[in-house]
């Protein structure tokens, strides 16, 4: 039980998007669609607006700055050119290449279960796609400074099977609902799409990290639901009372929901299909004694939050996650309830606002990509 307790600490791992944000279309419902044009400033300026609703919640959001970020910064636009080449607007000078570039790295959902175990963080790392996997050097060096500080050695370990991450992970008191993709059932009836979170892989989660076998419930997901936080998400009521799973009945293959709802009894809370397909209100996070939620989620869907004793905040998303799929968890990685830090810590938001904040003067405006850099390139 102490392990399921733990997972949800108030403090969060978060990545900035990167100056050249860009979806590079395929994995989802939404990033399926092709778009040339994003802002940049807007997407940065709705990452600065979670992670002040982090702290408003009486939480802090952990993260590092990347050089890698640094040649596309102080530029009013950007370009990207059919071969990949990120240029200033109007510009033949090449700053770098989108095919070089972590589009994904604001998905921190998808980062490693962490655990405290006496004097160790450990850390079962996710096994995305290959385009995704150079961000799990993100999450090393950030844990492993992050463990120094805190006193504590650090300790990854690689996850052999495919395993999105913590997404797929919704810890609900003495229960934890693990979700994962079959092939030929979540895109039944559709082109295939993207290989998602494997049950070999969120078993080896859960083993790494201690579970009991009668604490786990797994379930499958079906399209266009590619993780579990897009399905659900774990309230615990700042009452103390009985944790809940916020969950939508249709976003699980086969009997998936009946299974979840025999596991949970009397604990979910329904989400309607507009506000779990269409508004992402499955990728709300809680923190402490808030919830941050997608801007355009129901007022009845809020009201059910507010029930639950719940402070809740809205974050529009239009920008970040509105041409890739996703909300607030998404761009989160809870860290566990355990682990300390100084006030004064480098990785914390209160102590970078300032300087978070005068940075999104350096993030380009606009981006404009040539359609000929999403020809031929897989969808699903």
């Excluded at 961000?135 to 400074?145: M, S, T, W």
């Excluded at 120094?148 to 996850?159: I, R, S």
């Excluded at 916020?246 to 293959?253: D, E, K, N, P, S």
């Amino acid at each position: 039980m102490s392990v399921l307790a733990d997972v949800a600490g108030d403090l969060l791992v978060v990545r900035p998007p990167v100056p050249a944000t860009c979806n590079k279309a395929g994995a989802n419902y939404k990033s399926e669609v092709t778009h040339l044009d994003y802002a940049p400033r807007r997407a940065y300026d709705e990452w600065l607006a979670i992670c002040d609703g982090i702290v408003a919640s009486g939480g802090d959001a952990l993260f590092a700055f990347e050089p890698a970020d640094e040649a596309c910064l102080g530029h009013a636009a950007l370009e990207v050119d059919g071969d990949g080449a990120i240029r200033p607007a109007g510009s033949r000078e090449v700053l770098g290449n989108l095919g070089d570039v972590d589009t994904g790295r604001v998905f921190t959902a998808n980062g490693p279960w962490v655990t405290r175990v006496d004097r160790t963080l450990r850390a079962v790392m996710p096994h995305m796609l290959p385009h995704r996997r150079r961000e799990a050097g993100y999450f090393r060096q950030l844990l492993g400074g992050i463990a120094e500080a805190a006193g504590l050695a650090f300790e990854p370990t690689d996850n052999p099977h495919r395993w999105e991450g913590m997404a797929d992970v919704a810890a609900v008191g003495d229960k934890v609902v693990l979700t994962y993709a079959v092939a030929g059932h979540y895109d039944r009836g559709l082109a295939p799409k993207s290989a998602r979170s494997s049950r070999e892989g969120v078993t080896f989660a859960a083993d790494h990290a201690g579970v009991a076998p009668r604490a786990r419930v797994h379930a499958e997901l079906v399209y266009p639901h590619f993780h579990g936080d897009t399905v659900h998400f774990a309230v615990h009521p700042p009452d103390g009372g009985p944790a809940v799973l916020v969950h939508y009945a249709g976003g699980l293959w086969g009997d998936g929901h009946d299974v979840v709802a025999r596991a949970l009894p009397g604990r979910l809370v329904p989400i309607g299909m507009a506000d779990a397909v269409h508004n992402y209100a499955g990728n709300s996070r809680q923190v402490n004694r808030g919830v941050l939620v997608n801007d355009d989620v129901s007022v009845g869907f809020v009201a059910s939050l507010e029930r639950l004793g719940l402070t809740v905040h809205r974050v529009a998303l239009v920008e970040l996650f509105g041409k890739a799929g996703g909300g607030p968890a998404c761009a989160t990685l809870q860290l566990p309830r355990t682990l300390s830090l100084p006030a004064n810590a480098p990785w914390r938001f209160s102590v970078q606002r300032e300087v978070a904040f005068a940075r999104r003067e350096t993030i380009p405006e606009r981006l404009r990509v040539s359609p000929e850099f999403f020809a031929g390139k897989a969808r699903g």
